[in-house]
C-alpha cells in the first residue's frame, strides 16, 4: 500500500505568494502520485493562521478546484509554530506521512522526493537541511547562525540549519500529541520523541514574493523559548556566576580587613561603586533569567489550548476522517 502523504503549510498573510507555489505543492503530489511513491488520497493542507487579508479566501477557492487541496483556518494568529501543530494534528490520523514546509516556496519541495525515499526506507522522521544560505543576506545568515550555535552552547540541542521543513511518520506524530506543552519549539521536540530519522540537504531559495515575518525580534524570542523551554542551563549558569561572585567576594572580604587592620584604609569610592554596579547587574539579569522560567510555568500551568480551529475545507470536516480499526479506541 502507498503511504497517504499530507504536506502541511503554514500561511499568514500570504495572499501573493500562495497562487505561485500552490500549485508547486500540488504538481509535487501528482508526480509522487505517478511514480507510485504515495496514495492518490494525498493532500495540500494548508493552515490559515489568522491571516488578515485574503490568503483564506485564496485557500477556499483552491479546495473547490481541486480535491487534493485541503485547508484549516485558525481563529487568530498564533504565529508560525502553533500553526503547524495544528496542521500535524489534523493530519495525523488522515494520513501516513506528514511534511511541513514553509509556504513562501523558500524551501526546495524537490527535496520531498528524497524525504519520501528515506521514509520509504524505514525512517520515521527526515530533517530538511539547509546546505547553503547563500541567497540570505549577510544580516539575516548571521543570526540565523548566531541562533543555532547560541541554542547548541545554552544546552538545547537541534539539528544544526534545521528549520521546520521536515517530514514525520503518523506514528511519530501520534507519540508527539502526548507532547501537551503550550510552549512550542518544535523543532527541539521531534528529536525527543526518537524514532529513526535521518536529514536530506537542500538549497535554500529566496521568497517567491512577499515579505518575511520573522524579523530579528521575533527571532529573538524564538530563541528564548526554545532555551527555556529545552533547557535549564541558563539556571544553572546562574549558579557558577553565583559562586564565581561569592569567591571573589571573600577574597574582596579578606583583602578590605587586611587593609583595614594595617590601618591602610582609605575612601574607596570608585571601587565601592564598581562593585555595587556589577552585583546589581548580575543580580538583575540572574532575576530576570529565573522570572523567564517563572512566566514558563504560568504558562504551562494554565494550559490554554495551543490552536482553535475556526473554519475548514469540506474536505477536512470531522466526518472525513480515516476511521479507527475495529477494537481501537
Ligand atoms: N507564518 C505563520 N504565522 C506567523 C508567521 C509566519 O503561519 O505568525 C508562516 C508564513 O506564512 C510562512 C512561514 O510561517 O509560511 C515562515 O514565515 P516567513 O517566511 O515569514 O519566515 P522566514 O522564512 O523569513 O524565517
Ligand atoms: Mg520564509
Known sequence: MTPVLYIVIPCYNEQEVLPITAPMFLGKIRELTERGKISDDSRVLFVNDGSRDRTWEIISELARQDCHYAGISQSRNRGHQNAVLAGLMEAKDRCDITISIDCDGQDDINAMDAMVDAYLDGCDVVYGVRSSRETDS?????????????????????????????????????????????????????????????????????????????????????????????????????????????????LGCLWALITALCGRAVAGWASMTCIICLMSGVQLVSLGIIGEYIGKIYLETKARPRYIISERTDNMSVGTEKLPLSGEK
Open 138 to 250: 549577510f544580516f539575516k545568515r548571521f543570526t540565523a547562525q548566531g541562533f543555532y550555535k547560541f541554542l547548541a552552547a545554552m544546552g538545547a540541542e537541534v539539528v544544526y540549519n534545521h528549520a521546520d521543513y521536515r517530514l514525520m511518520s503518523a506514528r511519530v506524530l501520534k507519540e508527539f500529541a502526548n507532547y501537551h506543552e503550550v510552549n512550542l519549539f518544535l523543532r527541539g521536540l521531534v528529536p525527543l520523541v526518537g524514532f529513526k530519522s535521518t536529514s536530506v540537504s537542500y538549497s535554500r531559495a529566496e521568497r517567491i514574493a512577499g515579505e518575511s515575518h520573522y524579523p530579528l525580534k521575533k527571532m529573538i524570542a524564538l530563541a528564548v523559548d526554545g532555551i527555556t523551554s529545552l533547557s535549564v542551563k541558563p539556571l544553572r549558569l546562574i549558579t557558577s556566576v553565583g559562586l564565581f561572585v561569592a569567591l571573589v567576594s571573600f
